[in-house]
């Protein structure tokens, strides 16, 4: 098969879906594999290397479009590059159809075999696919070393002939992925932390790794696959009330809190800005989908009249493009693999190739076009919801 790799052109995104190292894995296998010119320049990978491992550098994205059976990206394509966009190319990337249903509707029209990693099973066999986990982890770690820079104060305690200067107080929202490598960070750093998250299950894990949890009056907000579910309005009223006063002690909130397919919960309201000490900060990593504070300008970092510090910057892996591109490369060509054995098999172009097969959870759970339409049932539910 023939692989293609363009450039990333969403702005301010700066993965690449393959890595010299998996192209060189790639092509061990027999497959052919092409990447746009200047594709992993943003993650301090040049053309040179990718050469080195076997790949053919082709000019422009047309080039990679036309070209390639398989299309392996990290983000959808964009409005511009969806005209390139052959029938029957299968593409490969997190295209998040639940946050951007239209999208995926427009790849649909298109005539591509789509899946979106971000839709992968919580099952075992499908952990070293799982981008979300992967790109979570690099979330929360550089969450935190943000916080600590935009707090401008020092994480641990020091003891100095010029007294002492008490630790940094730390409150982590959401105990998943991102939050428990948040929590390990501000541990790291010498920080003291809370973690809070409404599953109770998750207790274990924050306080096995140095961190007080929180245990709060609010009912079990476990879901389906393990993630929170949505809470109900008087839910997240009472989530917010015994918030309350751990926020106003923190120097530094690192909310992670997020919902599959829905709006972020709102656990930090305007009040509890306001009643944050001047210098806190707010790292919100649920940006992307509204928030967890209802102040986050998703995008920028802002400063209230409070001296309160929100940054709702997005796309957070990409400040970090080569670790986060060698992680979801990983993820990609563990996926690519699978795809290749229970359905590719020994056809020799995707043209070729037969229906998704509907009896593996992978492929099923993570196919959202086929044959010109949306196959992925809650995607064409929520796309239907918009118009």
Known sequence: MYIGVPRERKPGERRVALVPETVAQLVKKGHQVGIET?????????????????????????????????????????????????????????????????????????GAISFSLDLMPRITRAQSMDVLSAMSTVAGYRAVLQGALLAERFFPM????????????????????????????????????????????????VESLGASFLSLPVQDGEGEGGYARAMAEDEEERERQALAEPVRKADVVISTAMVPGRRAPVLVSREMVDSMHPGAVIVDLAGETGGNCALTQPGDVVVTEGGVIIDGRLDVPSTMPLPASQLFSRNLVTFLSHAMQVWV???????????????????????????????????????????
Do not use: N, W
């Open 158 to 205: 020091l003891m100095t002939a010029a007294g002492t200067i008490p630790p940094a107080k730390v409150l982590v929202l959401g105990a998943g992925v991102a939050g428990l490598q948040a929590i390990a960070t501000a541990r790291r750093l010498g920080g003291v932390v809370q973690a809070f998250d409404v599953r109770p299950a998750s207790r274990e894990q």
């Open 38 to 110: 200047g594709a992993g320049a943003e993650a301090q990978m040049p053309d040179a290397l990718y050469a080195e491992a076997g790949a053919e550098i082709l000019p422009d994205a047309e080039s990679v479009f036309s070209k390639a059976e398989f299309l392996l990206k990290v983000r959808a394509p964009l409005d511009d590059e969806l005209p390139l966009l052959r029938p029957g190319t299968v593409l490969i990337a997190q295209m998040m159809p639940l946050v951007e249903p239209e999208v995926a509707g427009r790849v649909a029209k298109s």
């Open 345 to 387: 098999g020994e056809t020799q172009r995707a043209a070729e190739l037969g229906p998704v097969p509907e009896d593996d959870e992978i492929l099923r759970s993570t196919c959202v076009s086929a044959g010109g339409e949306l196959v992925h049932k809650a995607t064409r539910e929520r796309l239907a919801a918009a118009l």
